[in-house]
């Protein structure tokens, strides 16, 4: 009796193909043919599992950096504003894998640029982005103490953050040191917390 194949597995056999083969030759060099030379797949086998077209292997493996981000590391604080922190410092490329996906990801915004495909999917990734944030804000200041569209601009500043710290790994060989990414995000938040807490009596 043939052994059963496990169709997710199979299919994150084939995104983290992709990935390799982003990080070591760029986006625009990915075929079928090379995806099937990283994975130990036929070609036809890629096909029995998405089909004709490289784009939906793509798009595959897309929601796959975008879910891997997300779920780099679930220990998150229960602090709202040391969440934060943890959510800065979890999503940053800090370990070999996370920078070749991160470098993937990287590209894939840029290309989402002209890419209407993609576009949907990295433009609702940013926005979440920005609203976990702004929700975590909300929660870690003093009710009344910030106005909408300077909350909305102090999450936006936060995101800016997290996505410089992308860009600028993805230009590197190395991952960022998570003592590093923690010590800025630290500082980043407690600015906030500072700029938008009411002054204590006497100081």
């Known amino acids: 009796m043939p052994k059963r194949v496990d169709p997710d597995l199979r299919r994150e056999q084939v995104a983290d193909a992709v990935i390799d083969e982003i990080d070591a030759h760029g986006l625009r060099s990915v075929t079928l043919a090379r995806i099937a030379a990283r994975s130990g ?3 036809g086998s890629i096909r029995h599992y998405f089909g004709d077209t490289l784009g939906e292997v793509m798009r ?4 796959t950096l975008i879910q891997r981000a997300v779920n780099r590391n679930p220990r998150l604080s229960s602090d709202p504003a ?3 922190i943890d959510v800065i410092t979890f999503v940053a490329p800090t370990s070999e894998q ?3 996906e991160n470098a993937a990801l990287v590209e894939y915004r840029v290309m989402a640029r002209t890419d209407p495909t993609l576009a949907a999917e990295v433009a609702a990734t940013s926005s979440a982005t920005r609203e976990a944030i702004r929700s975590l804000l909300l929660e870690a200041l003093p009710s009344g103490s910030i106005e909408e569209e300077v909350l909305d601009r102090e999450a936006l500043h ?3 953050l997290i996505e410089g710290l992308s860009f600028s790994a993805g230009l590197s060989a190395e991952p960022l040191r998570e003592e590093d990414v923690r010590s800025v995000a630290e500082a980043a938040v407690q600015r906030v917390l500072r700029s938008h ?3 204590r009596d006497g100081r």
């Open 82 to 84: 040391n969440r934060i």
């Open 41 to 43: 797949l036929a070609v």
């Open 60 to 63: 595959f493996t897309l929601s």
């Open 98 to 100: 996370g920078r070749k």
């Open 197 to 199: 807490s009411p002054a």
């Open 158 to 160: 936060l995101q800016s």
